[in-house]
């Protein structure tokens, strides 16, 4: 057995207010849990989005029940400068330049440039020539702030938000979808591989490991959007796909391929995800840091299966795939809340930011 920090997912849609039949602070938190990750940041687009402070708070409250340490990004909506300057103790703003769940896209440029300006951390969900367009706002105004750029899932956005002037600025994030499936997967899953962004070519999936091997990619997170199977199998299915169970399990195999090292894994799902957003006392395993730990037995073959999964929607795409290395045991704050295949319910704590 192997023990990792406990994994920070600095990208999940845990849908709680206003999406609650997808999923809820608790449900999202034991499937967390049950994936060694031990803190995770939400993202805005929920009903209603958090966009203001009352809806801030609100999501506050609603977390109390999360069984794994979390913490929140606040949403970039038109008029709100003034209260993502004053809101308190978030990890990052996160704004869309392209549409997706929640429809918060900004299309007005100018806007977006007083984001950047406000906030010391912006993530865009930006697709293709949106990230360059992201880029060039802030070479032209000449912002020193931080972009982390969510998802990017080719290799011409790898290149967009790497090959520029301001590169040290700028963080990348990747997926496990985007790493371990490419649009031939959308032949025989469908809508259930439908996400924003779409998943690319084989080539683009390579492009991606290739970053991870150089350095170039920063941090990899679950984006983990679950949406109900009914609402996947009808026409106009919603995006997203669950992933706070599997990606671990997805590395660790990954590892057992010798496609990844544990110390890679270690920086892009722990120490980095820590660095980028300043999260306290996190992301390595060190006297004086949070008892947050993952133990993962890297020997285990076991298949992904949707009836042992926790999230409240119950399927993966990657249902079927047997995959050797799981978590076995995950602590949070030194209490073991998971431990042989059972869940504790000892509640967990927002993070804390360096400023
Ligand atoms: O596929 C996606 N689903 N991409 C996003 O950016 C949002 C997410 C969701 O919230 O469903
Ligand atoms: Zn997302």
Redesign the pocket.
């Known amino acids: 057995n192997f023990a990792l920090p406990g994994l920070i997912d600095c990208?999940?849609?845990f849908r709680e207010p206003g999406l609650t039949h997808k999923e809820d602070f608790l449900t999202g938190s034991m499937a967390a849990a049950k994936g060694g990750i031990t803190t995770i940041l939400d993202?805005p687009?929920t009903i209603p989005p958090t966009t203001t402070l009352a809806a801030l708070e609100e999501k506050r409250r609603l977390a109390a029940k999360s069984i794994v340490n979390y913490g929140f990004n606040f949403g970039a909506s038109p008029g709100n400068i003034s209260d993502i300057k004053k809101a308190k103790n978030i990890a990052a703003v996160k704004l869309y330049m392209d549409y997706?769940?929640g429809d918060m896209k900004i299309d007005d440029l100018e806007f977006v440039a007083d984001v950047f300006k406000a906030s010391k951390i912006t993530i865009i969900?930006a697709e293709d020539i949106s990230i360059q367009n992201a880029i060039e706002i802030i070479i032209k105004n000449k912002i020193k702030n931080k972009l982390h750029v969510?998802?990017v899932s080719s290799e011409k956005e790898l290149q967009y938000a790497k090959q520029n002037k301001i590169k040290k600025q700028v963080t990348v994030e990747v997926t496990p979808h985007h790493l371990f499936m490419n649009d031939k997967d959308l032949q025989h899953l469908g809508s259930f591989a439908e996400m924003?962004p779409r998943l690319k070519t084989e080539n683009d999936q390579k492009a991606l490991w290739l970053g991870i091997q150089n350095g170039i990619v920063d941090a990899i997170a679950s984006?983990?959007?679950p949406h109900l199977k009914e609402e996947k199998e009808q026409a106009n299915y919603p995006f997203?796909v669950p992933g706070v169970e599997t990606m671990l399990p997805l590395l660790l195999d990954a590892f057992n391929k010798n496609r990844i090292s544990l110390p890679t894994i270690q920086k892009l799902c722990c120490e980095n995800p820590a660095g980028i957003f300043k999260i306290k006392n996190k992301g390595i395993i060190k006297e004086g840091y949070d008892a947050d730990l993952v133990v993962a037995d890297l020997d285990k073959r076991q298949a992904v299966r949707n009836e042992d999964l926790l999230t409240k929607c119950k399927w993966s795409p990657f249902e079927g795939k047997i995959l050797k290395g799981w978590p076995v045991m995950t602590i949070v704050n030194g209490n073991v809340v998971f431990n042989d295949g059972k869940i504790f319910d000892i509640k967990a704590k927002e993070v804390q930011y360096a400023t």
Do not use: F, Q
Request: charged share 15%.
């Open positions: 990208h999940v849609h993202m687009n997706t769940t969900h969510a998802h924003k984006d983990h959007a997203g």
